[in-house]
């Protein structure tokens, strides 16, 4: 009878337990950070498809009335001012959105492991009550009656909702990094000049079909170096200079940002790890304690 009663009696504990905790999650926007729709992998699916209907014989201009996505018109126009066929010039875009995902792979990686340091360090005060149960005190009871496990717990909760929303800031500030953006990013553009010089283009002519507007100042006779030139053109400037393919220019350029992006990752979660180590020494072990270890104290004590 007597361990009958001690079962029902920890099943109503750990019923308020769970009243007392995910209410706490929600307005802490919970352990899991809400995921974004995945761009990337959409526009690849769709250029895809729009390669599969041309190839079997669908008119460009067809396709393009149908199509409502801004990224496709966008590249529908660069191919038709240029005259490079449009198929060269979505397959060489979907080989960069290819690179893009594999580093979001990559990103997702390395914050793996900053993610799991968060839920662990979430559950801490969970950890100390349920220790309390093991050694046979009533934490919750205790927590929930009692002036001074009142006291108690009420800082812990504070401590615990201040330490949710600064790891969830802490994290999400390194998921905002490096967001992809189609219409400005520079591998994109230099995949684009890549295959209309490959076609044919002059470099000049190239960029202007990407609505380059410091094009001008080369055009009017102002030295390369001189031209405000955006930052990720300045790779051709050997190539503009000495009228040679930028070809190989653009490929190595694209590949080293690249590993610059992947090491980016890898560093960041490095630094994200460190500075969860802040609120885990400020935040959570406050919270462990009031929550976890004194209610512990208190039962015996009483």
């Known amino acids: 009878m007597q361990s009958k009663f001690q079962a029902k009696m920890i099943l109503n504990s750990a019923k308020k337990l769970l009243l007392l905790f995910f209410p706490l999650r929600r307005l802490s926007c919970g352990v899991k ?11 690849e699916q769709l250029i895809a498809k729009t390669c599969m209907e041309l ?6 201009h067809e396709i393009s009335q149908i199509s ?26 979907d080989d960069i959105l290819t690179d893009v995902r594999e580093l979001e792979v990559s990103k997702v990686s390395a914050l793996a492991m900053p993610k799991a ?32 496990g009142l006291i108690s717990l009420s800082i812990g909760l504070v401590f615990m909702l201040v330490g949710n929303k600064w790891t969830t800031s802490i994290v999400r500030d390194f998921e905002k990094d490096e967001v992809f953006s189609f219409e400005n990013d520079p591998r994109i553009l230099l995949a684009l000049v890549k295959v209309a010089v490959k076609q044919g283009s002059s470099l000049i ?35 503009y200079n000495s009228g040679g393919s ?30 969860l180590v802040v609120p885990l020494g400020l935040c959570y072990l406050p919270s462990f304690i009031c929550i976890g270890v004194v209610p512990i104290i208190i039962s015996f004590l009483g």
């Open 205 to 239: 002519r190239a960029l202007e079909a990407l609505n380059v507007q410091e094009i001008e100042n080369l055009k009017r006779g102002i030295p390369f170096t001189h031209a405000n030139l955006p930052e990720y053109i300045q790779c051709l400037e050997d190539s």
């Open 55 to 60: 190839k079997l014989g669908k008119n460009v």
């Open 68 to 93: 409502d996505n801004s990224q496709l018109q966008f590249l529908f126009k660069y191919s038709q001012n240029l005259g490079t066929p449009l198929v060269q010039v979505l397959e060489i875009v």
């Open 117 to 148: 340091t968060v839920k662990l360090l979430r559950f801490l005060p969970l950890v100390g009550i349920l220790l309390g149960y093991i050694l046979g005190a009533n934490p919750i009871a205790t927590l929930l009656t009692s002036p001074s």
């Open 246 to 275: 930028p070809v190989s220019l653009i490929n190595m350029e694209i590949k080293n940002r690249n590993v610059y992006i992947k090491k980016k990752y890898k560093t960041c979660a490095e630094k994200l790890t460190v500075e």
């Open 33 to 43: 950070i809400e995921q974004e729709k995945n761009e990337v992998e959409e526009l």
